[in-house]
């Protein structure tokens, strides 16, 4: 194994001595958080109020999707304010990148748990039908889709990142339950308008039903994906086979490679390379330089008899 130095200003195993792996647009996600976080507070209480007045359960599920989105972002911005905070604390080994895929997480939970509940008070309302005051509600449906429209342009990414096609899961987190509950102030107004227009009392909470059914969709989506970065899975076999092929450019041979997210746009590498010749392991982190996404590098270099 080589065990040669490398340059005093040279960090031993990163291409960034700050070891900072906060997304580009972290500043920027965050403070659109908490803007829209208000949005949601207005909305809710006004949605919810609604919902009783008029008597309309898509409205009153619209309500509390609201609020499931208003912790949500709560958590969301909490997590963006966490990361930027300790971005720098040496306790945490590889950064404080991955709090917002924590977050993520956390709110995929609370996604899936709306819709049980959506679903529930639903099925009741079809067993048990109730009078709906049409008018008054359609009104706050509609307006509750327009602030809907605008919180989810708010929280559209701004950009993707390097071979890491799902970016800053903390931000799509947030951006998928407002789009999701677009969708349902969409589906709560058709379900009213068929009930004012038509009679038929059933399709407002038909209408509540299926935004549950796409809120579960989405909760798992999100359980999913975040996941996959809590437990390491491999991000990227493109950057994965670009670094095998930097590698093995000369004769040697990769003998265990371990790719990993960080944060939004930033990777992770532990490689261990068999060589005839061995090189300093400067010489191969200089082959992985400028490769986009790839933030962080360890290489280990063995003679190749050795075991």
Request: hydrophobic letters at 55%; a positive charge; aromatic letters at 10%.
């Given at each position: 194994m080589t065990t040669a130095e490398p340059p005093a200003d040279e960090p031993m195993d990163a291409f960034r001595g700050d070891r900072v792996y906060l997304g580009a647009d972290h500043a920027r996600n965050e403070r659109r958080t908490w803007i829209v976080a208000t949005i949601c507070l207005a909305t809710l209480a006004a949605q919810v109020t609604g919902g009783l007045m008029f008597n309309s359960m898509a409205l009153v599920a619209n309500g509390l999707h609201m609020g499931a989105h208003l912790a949500a972002l709560l958590v969301a911005a909490g997590a963006y304010a966490v990361a930027r905070t300790y971005s720098t604390d040496p306790r945490f080994s590889f950064g404080t990148g991955k709090v917002g895929y924590l977050a993520g997480f956390a709110n995929a939970a609370v996604l899936g748990v709306t819709a049980l509940l959506i679903t529930i008070e639903s099925v009741e309302r079809l067993l048990a039908p109730a009078e709906v005051e049409y008018d008054g509600a359609l009104v706050l449906a509609a307006a509750a889709l327009a602030v809907n429209l605008v919180c989810v342009w708010l929280l559209k990414p701004a950009q993707s990142h390097a071979h890491d096609r799902d970016g800053d899961l903390n931000?799509?987190?947030?951006?998928?339950?407002?789009?999701?509950?677009?969708?349902?102030?969409?589906?709560?107004?058709?379900?009213?308008?068929?009930?004012?227009?038509?009679?038929?009392?059933?399709?407002?909470?038909?209408?509540?039903l299926v935004g549950a059914a796409l809120l579960a969709h989405f909760a798992w989506r999100l359980l999913s994906r975040t996941g996959a970065v809590l437990l390491d899975i491999n991000p990227s076999p493109e950057l994965t086979a670009q670094i095998r092929a930097r590698l093995e450019g000369e004769g040697e041979r990769i003998l265990d490679l371990h790719l990993w997210r960080l944060g939004p746009g930033h990777h992770a590498a532990i490689v261990v390379l068999a060589a005839a010749a061995p090189q300093a392991p400067q010489?191969?982190?200089?082959?992985l330089a400028g490769l986009a996404g790839l933030s962080h590098v360890t290489v280990e270099v063995r003679d190749h008899l050795t075991p």
């Open positions: 931000l799509s987190a947030a951006h998928l339950h407002l789009a999701g509950d677009a969708v349902i102030s969409g589906l709560a107004i058709a379900g009213l308008a068929a009930g004012r227009y038509l009679g038929w009392s059933w399709t407002d909470p038909v209408a509540a010489a191969y982190r200089a082959r």
